[in-house]
């Protein structure tokens, strides 16, 4: 099955003067390998919080080897696509920090896993100044959101802009959603303000003006394809034959997102929740 949720398969290649990883845990490129992630994060917390009280200390150090566990493990997972060379980049470097500091500071509520994912694709092959910019500006707001705001992010990309070509069935398309629910159920029903500050970290804009019904936006404009002239058909095969897609699009339909547009920090955030889900999903085809 081939869809634009896992992306365009993209050939190993690396731009003049970068090297791309091509093995495990112990690729070294002049002395630079990725378990210095570690270290490099250890030296950030030393920077910023030099004179923190000995819990306090040794809490925040906690978070951090937490978090440089993960980001280490993020680049293994995708060590074919990371560009290891990067990391001399003085913005990347920044961007690290600025994972490091929320680390330090909220532990788990900073969504350490969404962080490193976020880095690793900042650190990854295929790349463009617009999208280098975005993914470091989200590092930046994940802290500012709670995993169940992330999750309402999540749900609206997936409901809205994540499409599958003409040869994948309902069934089929309820494999992915069911891993979908596991990433968006969280945020189910968040209250007015929760979504206003979702708006007010600049993930995402509110238009309460705006309504409608998903179910025939996918039949008249994402599956046409599929053949149903009328939306309540759609809707009675969707329950029949992908349960937990209908409750992604009900759930949809009653909180009335459409009143909710994601920024470009908005879409990284969800596409990066997802992929933890999913998969890893091409960045590019919705930040270009």
């Given amino acids: 099955m081939r869809s634009k949720l896992l992306g365009d398969k993209q050939e190993q290649s690396a731009q003049t003067g970068a090297f791309a990883i091509q093995a495990g845990r112990d690729v070294n490129y002049h002395g630079l390998s990725v378990a210095d992630v570690r270290e490099l ?57 600025d994972a490091v500091q929320a680390s330090a500071r909220k532990g788990l509520r ?29 590092v930046t707001v994940v802290p500012k959101l709670t995993s169940q705001q992330i999750s309402l992010l999540s749900l609206h990309h997936f409901v809205t802009a994540i499409r599958f070509n003409e040869n994948v069935s309902l069934v089929e398309i309820e494999i992915f959603a069911r891993l979908a629910l596991a990433a968006t159920s969280p945020g189910f029903n968040l209250s007015l303000s929760q979504k206003q500050h979702i708006q007010y970290s600049s ?72 992929s933890n889900y999913l998969g890893p999903l091409d960045y590019a085809i919705w930040l270009n």
Avoid: M, W
């Fill in 41 to 97: 994060c250890a030296l950030f917390l030393r920077n910023n919080f030099p004179q923190l009280q000995e819990e306090a200390r040794r809490t925040a150090e906690q978070h951090v080897q937490e978090f440089a566990l993960t980001l280490e493990n993020k680049l293994i997972n995708r060590a074919e696509s990371i560009v290891l060379d990067k990391f001399k980049d003085p913005d990347v470097q920044a961007t690290i920090n």
């Fill in 203 to 274: 993930a995402c804009a509110l238009n309460h003006l705006i309504g409608g019904d998903v179910y025939d936006e996918l039949r008249t404009k994402a599956y046409p394809h599929l053949g149903f002239t009328e939306t309540t058909a759609l809707k009675a095969a969707i329950a029949t034959q992908a349960p937990a897609y209908a409750i992604l699009l009900n759930q949809f339909n009653q909180e009335n997102l459409f009143t909710i547009t994601l920024t470009s920090v908005g879409k990284a955030i969800a596409i990066a929740n997802l």
């Fill in 110 to 138: 900073g969504n350490p896993q969404i962080l490193g994912t976020l880095i690793a694709e900042r650190v990854a092959l295929h790349t463009n100044d617009f999208k280098d910019v975005v993914l470091s500006e989200a």
